[in-house]
């Protein structure tokens, strides 16, 4: 069974830094895109940060230039690290992840996506 786990969520300052990882575990044969999203009280899941198996990047423009998306693909884990964070950064932070698994003997594969179970992230004024 596939599993998603986040750590490294917190109480932080503004100002302040916590760097998020997601682990991917159970029977896969790759993991393709990976992204982190967001949802604060009262608001609507938005997208992060996103990440391809080769290593190319995109944010949300709110979090550009202070947040860092990365992945070790040996280790099945993705990571973002928040620097100069903001009271506005307060959320529940999932990690998602495209999934690719064969699934007979002819080859034949299936993708699918996977959501972690969310790290609440808190950064006081």
């Known amino acids: 069974q596939v599993q998603l786990v986040e750590s490294g969520g917190g109480l932080v300052q503004a100002g302040g830094s916590l760097r998020l990882s997601c682990a991917v575990s159970?029977?896969?044969?790759?993991?393709?895109?990976m992204e982190w999203y967001r949802q604060a009280p009262g608001k609507e899941r938005e997208l992060v940060a996103g990440i391809t198996r080769g290593g190319r990047t995109n944010y949300v423009h709110s979090v550009a230039g202070r947040f860092t998306i990365s992945r070790d693909n040996a280790k099945r884990t993705m990571y973002l690290q928040m620097n100069s964070l903001k009271p506005d950064d307060t959320a529940v932070y999932y990690c998602?992840?495209?999934?690719?698994?064969?699934?007979?003997?002819?080859?034949?594969?299936?993708?699918?996506?996977?959501w972690g179970q969310g790290t609440q992230v808190t950064v006081s004024s």
């Open positions: 159970g029977s896969i044969d790759s993991i393709n895109d």
């Open positions: 998602k992840a495209n999934i690719e698994k064969v699934v007979n003997v002819e080859g034949a594969r299936i993708r699918k996506d996977y």
